[in-house]
Protein backbone atom coordinates (compact mmCIF):
# COMPACT_ATOMS: atom_id res chain seq x y z
CA UNK A 1 0.00 0.00 0.00
CA UNK A 2 2.72 2.16 0.62
CA UNK A 3 4.45 1.74 -2.74
CA UNK A 4 0.94 2.81 -3.71
CA UNK A 5 0.52 5.72 -2.44
CA UNK A 6 3.33 6.84 -2.35
CA UNK A 7 3.59 6.61 -6.64
CA UNK A 8 0.36 8.32 -6.82
CA UNK A 9 2.04 11.40 -4.76
CA UNK A 10 4.86 11.03 -7.20
CA UNK A 11 2.55 11.08 -10.22
CA UNK A 12 -0.18 13.91 -8.95
CA UNK A 13 -0.18 17.70 -7.79
CA UNK A 14 -1.55 18.47 -4.37
CA UNK A 15 -4.29 16.07 -3.37
CA UNK A 16 -6.59 15.29 -0.72
CA UNK A 17 -6.60 11.91 0.52
CA UNK A 18 -9.92 11.22 -0.56
CA UNK A 19 -8.75 11.25 -3.90
CA UNK A 20 -6.13 8.95 -3.90
CA UNK A 21 -8.56 6.53 -1.90
CA UNK A 22 -10.94 6.53 -4.73
CA UNK A 23 -8.04 6.14 -7.55
CA UNK A 24 -6.14 3.20 -5.34
CA UNK A 25 -9.25 1.88 -4.22
CA UNK A 26 -8.38 2.29 -0.57
CA UNK A 27 -10.23 3.23 2.23
CA UNK A 28 -9.46 6.98 2.90
CA UNK A 29 -8.42 6.04 6.43
CA UNK A 30 -5.37 3.31 5.15
CA UNK A 31 -4.49 6.14 2.77
CA UNK A 32 -4.25 8.91 5.32
CA UNK A 33 -1.98 6.16 7.48
CA UNK A 34 0.38 5.30 4.51
CA UNK A 35 0.90 9.49 3.56
CA UNK A 36 1.77 9.92 7.38
CA UNK A 37 4.30 7.75 7.13
CA UNK A 38 5.81 8.71 3.85
CA UNK A 39 5.46 12.22 5.85
CA UNK A 40 7.42 10.86 8.73
CA UNK A 41 10.37 9.75 5.92
CA UNK A 42 10.26 12.85 4.92
CA UNK A 43 8.69 12.16 1.09
CA UNK A 44 5.71 13.74 0.65
CA UNK A 45 4.78 16.92 3.07
CA UNK A 46 1.06 18.43 4.58
CA UNK A 47 -0.36 22.05 3.83
CA UNK A 48 -2.38 24.19 2.23
CA UNK A 49 -1.22 24.02 -1.66
CA UNK A 50 -4.09 25.14 -3.78
CA UNK A 51 -5.65 28.32 -4.05
CA UNK A 52 -9.44 28.34 -2.66
CA UNK A 53 -8.11 24.59 -1.21
CA UNK A 54 -10.52 22.97 1.51
CA UNK A 55 -9.18 20.34 4.36
CA UNK A 56 -4.92 19.24 4.34
CA UNK A 57 -3.73 18.23 1.22
CA UNK A 58 -0.62 16.35 0.61
CA UNK A 59 2.52 16.41 -1.85
CA UNK A 60 5.45 14.52 -2.56
CA UNK A 61 8.45 16.72 -1.82
CA UNK A 62 10.33 16.68 -5.29
CA UNK A 63 6.95 17.51 -7.22
CA UNK A 64 6.62 20.40 -4.79
CA UNK A 65 9.81 21.70 -5.18
CA UNK A 66 9.35 21.72 -8.88
CA UNK A 67 6.27 23.32 -8.85
CA UNK A 68 8.10 25.86 -6.70
CA UNK A 69 10.50 26.10 -9.01
CA UNK A 70 8.85 26.64 -11.90
CA UNK A 71 6.15 29.53 -9.78
CA UNK A 72 10.01 31.38 -9.07
CA UNK A 73 11.41 31.43 -12.89
CA UNK A 74 7.76 32.59 -13.95
CA UNK A 75 7.72 35.17 -12.05
CA UNK A 76 11.58 36.30 -12.97
CA UNK A 77 10.06 36.43 -16.40
CA UNK A 78 7.57 39.05 -15.18
CA UNK A 79 10.70 41.64 -14.26
CA UNK A 80 13.07 41.15 -16.97
CA UNK A 81 14.95 44.14 -18.05
CA UNK A 82 13.50 46.38 -20.68
CA UNK A 83 14.71 47.82 -23.82
CA UNK A 84 16.98 51.06 -22.92
CA UNK A 85 14.82 53.34 -25.26
CA UNK A 86 11.62 51.91 -23.55
CA UNK A 87 12.91 52.95 -20.38
CA UNK A 88 13.84 56.25 -21.30
CA UNK A 89 10.26 56.98 -22.23
CA UNK A 90 8.82 55.25 -19.29
CA UNK A 91 10.97 57.36 -16.23
CA UNK A 92 9.81 60.79 -16.98
CA UNK A 93 6.46 60.24 -16.84
CA UNK A 94 6.67 58.10 -13.45
CA UNK A 95 8.67 61.06 -12.19
CA UNK A 96 6.49 63.28 -13.17
CA UNK A 97 9.00 65.42 -15.19
CA UNK A 98 7.19 66.38 -18.70
CA UNK A 99 7.84 69.37 -19.71
CA UNK A 100 5.62 72.14 -19.26
CA UNK A 101 3.93 71.22 -16.38
CA UNK A 102 4.32 72.49 -13.16
CA UNK A 103 3.45 70.14 -9.78
CA UNK A 104 1.87 71.19 -7.07
CA UNK A 105 1.94 70.01 -3.33
Do not use: I, K, M
Not at 50 to 78: I, K
Amino acid sequence: RRDLVSRYARTHGPFVPAEAAVRLGLSEDAVVAELRALASAGRVVRGGFRPGGTGTEWCDADVLRRLRRGSVARLRREVEPVDPSVLARFVPLWQNAVPGERLRG
